[in-house]
């Protein structure tokens, strides 16, 4: 069946209608549509029915959205997927993502915001603060898919944007939010349609001048080495990584490269590195959904580390425990503060907790200092310290 795209469009329409909340529209073979609420999915029921998707329904679907895109469809054929971006009148943009799968296709549909966030309204750490106000060097957002790391990103080029007389460009796929110029000059480039891959136009933004860039996403050695140039060159860049945390961000960076290269990469890193901050989004008590965070930032130990790797007897976690002074902090630190605000559940701790037995004493030593029943986990010391909730923090 062939979806015409005025067709699509009320269909979208009307999943927005029924799940304002809704942050994805998923259409895949043997399901019917689904939209993704907080984290979760659901079934959306249409005017008039569709049922259950069948193949042919989905690939109608895609083409419509594609609307014979000879790029979108080359790529489609020689990868498997493509990305693009597309506005749905009265409803917003979406970053849509049409991919095989098992013969047939299936597509994600990302609605982007029609605002750009703020550091403030987004509650986000003073890191992300002070990356905006940094001349040089390489700040990380690394996360799963769907954690709100473009959102993070989006509001540090909106501080720059509103408080720096400087150039930025942004590398990005698709462009997501679209920042107006302020104070800052801001041009926004598209994969696929303003350049042809990160490498490429992260190597011909040396001649644009900028003096911040943003890279939607690092995923190659070429893309990271002239990453690694740039923020030791005097420019600003702001890029993700999808990495569970920021010790596995170092990590990666590394593997990116040869056994060969590895001492020089581990000197340009040591040298350019401003920060990598972790992200990870767990469900609110009060709806939707929270971020918690894991900040490294570049101090002579962590230096050190990058050069010659941490000693097998200490941590990474430890490492970042440790830098609590220069404002570094675990997962488990921010979700720990996050239980004390009453912002998510115990449950909801642990599962996202990186050292769980930890984080449970932790939480044991509050639920004791407000007189509330505790785990059957013993504190292990934590009585002989006199720790109480403050010292936590």
Same mark, same amino acid.
């Given at each position: ?138 700040? +990380?957002? #690394?996360?799963? !898919? &769907?954690?709100?790391? @473009?959102?993070? *990103? /989006? ?6 944007? $509103? ?77 993700? +990584?999808? #990495?569970?945390? !920021? &010790?596995?961000?170092? @990590?990666?960076? *590394? /593997? ?6 590895? $001492? ?130």
């Amino acid at each position: 069946m062939q979806y015409k795209r005025s067709h699509i469009d009320t269909i979208v329409g009307q999943v927005f209608a029924a799940h304002p909340q809704a942050s994805d529209v998923i259409a895949t073979a043997g399901r019917a549509l689904q939209a993704e609420v907080d984290g979760e999915l659901c079934e959306v029921v249409l005017e008039p029915a569709l049922g259950t998707l069948s193949p042919e329904d989905t690939k109608g679907i895609a083409m419509g959205l594609m609307a014979g895109n000879k790029r979108l469809h080359t790529l489609l054929s020689s990868r498997g997927s493509c990305d693009f971006s597309i506005s749905v009148t009265g409803v917003g943009r979406f970053r849509v993502n049409v991919f095989k799968q098992r013969g047939t296709l299936a597509v994600v549909m990302r609605r982007l915001p029609t605002s750009v966030p703020s550091i403030d309204s987004l509650g986000l750490p003073n890191v992300f603060a002070d990356i905006a106000a940094q001349r040089h060097g390489l700040a +990380l957002v #690394t996360g799963g !898919t &769907g954690q709100g790391k @473009s959102n993070s *990103l /989006a509001a540090v080029v909106d501080r720059i944007n $509103r408080t720096r007389a400087v150039h930025v460009v942004t590398l990005e796929d698709p462009v997501e939010f679209v920042h107006s110029h302020d104070k800052a000059t801001v041009n926004q480039r598209e994969l696929g349609l303003d350049f042809d891959s990160f490498a490429s136009g992260l190597r011909s933004a040396f001649r644009q001048a900028p003096k911040v860039i943003l890279v939607g996403e690092i995923r190659d050695r070429e893309t990271m080495a002239i990453a690694l140039e740039a923020a030791g060159t005097g420019h600003l860049v702001l890029a993700t +990584l999808h #990495t569970t945390d !920021t &010790g596995a961000a170092i @990590s990666r960076i *590394l /593997a990116l490269f040869d056994a060969t290269e590895e $001492r020089l990469i581990r000197m340009r890193l040591a040298e350019s590195l401003y920060c990598v901050v972790g992200q990870r989004l767990v469900p609110d008590v009060k709806g939707g959904r929270v971020a918690a965070f894991e900040v490294l930032r570049n101090t002579i130990r962590v230096r050190d580390h990058i050069l010659s790797g941490i000693p097998s007897e200490r941590s990474f976690y430890d490492l970042l425990m440790d830098g609590e002074a220069h404002g570094m902090m675990t997962f488990d630190q921010s979700l720990l503060e996050l239980f004390r605000q009453e912002r998510i559940t115990e449950e909801t701790a642990r599962l996202a907790a990186t050292d769980r037995g930890r984080l449970q004493q932790w939480i044991d030593a509050i639920r004791a200092g407000r007189g509330e029943k505790t785990s059957d986990l013993e504190l292990e010391g934590l009585e002989e310290q006199s720790l109480d909730e403050d010292d936590l923090f």
